[in-house]
């Protein structure tokens, strides 16, 4: 099983909202990553976790705050977002990132519209 | 840091012909090479992938080949169904180093197959 799953499918919130994305797995997987996708282009790495320590931050903006509770769950808090952060978040998962590279599996994604 | 060129941007074939996507990357050092599937609505979906140490690898319809000189690699789909329409992205990878965990992605290809 190389399932992925993202709750919720799809969220509209404020520009003063908060709100959170999860993100869950139970492949064993210690490496957990927040991607964000805009129509029509690739999915842009935004943070990736590995044995629930943020190993990588692509200099996302402080509006965006990741958690790993445990290396099951990937949580993506979101706070005074801008319109231009509207987009489809992917959460993916990977056996481990280091030193070796293993398959990267994507969930479906929540779908942010921010007004 | 690695760049990824992918062509064509669209394809479009008829229900039983073959398809063929092609991507180059600029960065020697990667050895992963992974090929993800994405339909309307959906997250990526990982088809296929290929290391540095294999020219070929197939699974039923799909096939991938790698030249590790000329640093390119294709997908090959042959016997196209109306559900491999969906866009196609490339993507690579290494082992080594600070990105370590990070995929460089193609721009996708849109690929449709009319019935």
């Known amino acids: 099983d190389t399932e992925v799953t993202q709750t919720p499918k799809h969220l509209v919130m404020g520009m003063t909202n908060k709100k959170s994305l999860k993100c869950e797995q139970h492949?064993?997987?210690?490496?957990m990553y927040w991607y964000k996708q805009k129509a029509k282009k690739p999915p842009e790495l935004m943070f990736v976790?590995?044995?629930?320590?943020?190993?990588i931050n692509e200099s996302v903006p402080s509006r965006f705050s990741p958690e790993c509770p445990n290396s099951s769950l990937l949580n993506l808090h979101l706070h005074a977002l801008q319109p231009e952060d509207s987009a489809l978040y992917l959460c993916?998962?990977?056996?481990?990132?280091?030193?070796?590279?293993?398959?990267?599996?994507f969930g479906p994604g929540t779908r942010l519209t921010v007004t | 840091g690695e760049n990824v060129e992918q062509h064509p941007s669209t394809l479009s074939v008829q229900e039983g012909d073959s398809a063929v996507i092609k991507c180059t990357y600029s960065?020697?050092?990667?050895?992963?090479f992974p090929w993800y599937k994405q339909e309307l609505g959906k997250g990526p979906q990982l088809i296929i992938d290929?290391?540095?140490?294999?020219g070929e690898k197939k699974d039923q319809r799909i096939a991938v080949t790698l030249n590790k000189t000329a640093k390119h690699f294709s997908l090959h789909i042959t016997e196209t169904q109306p559900e491999d329409s969906a866009v196609y992205f490339c993507?690579?990878?290494?082992?080594?180093?600070?990105?370590?965990?990070?995929?460089?992605f193609g721009k996708g290809t849109l690929l449709t197959v009319n019935p």
């Open positions: 290929i290391r540095s140490n294999v």
């Open positions: 960065d020697s050092a990667s050895n992963y």
């Open positions: 993507a690579a990878k290494r082992d080594s180093g600070g990105s370590n965990y990070k995929l460089t």
């Open positions: 993916a998962s990977s056996l481990s990132g280091g030193g070796t590279t293993y398959e990267q599996y």
């Open positions: 492949m064993g997987h210690r490496a």
């Open positions: 976790y590995s044995y629930e320590k943020l190993s």
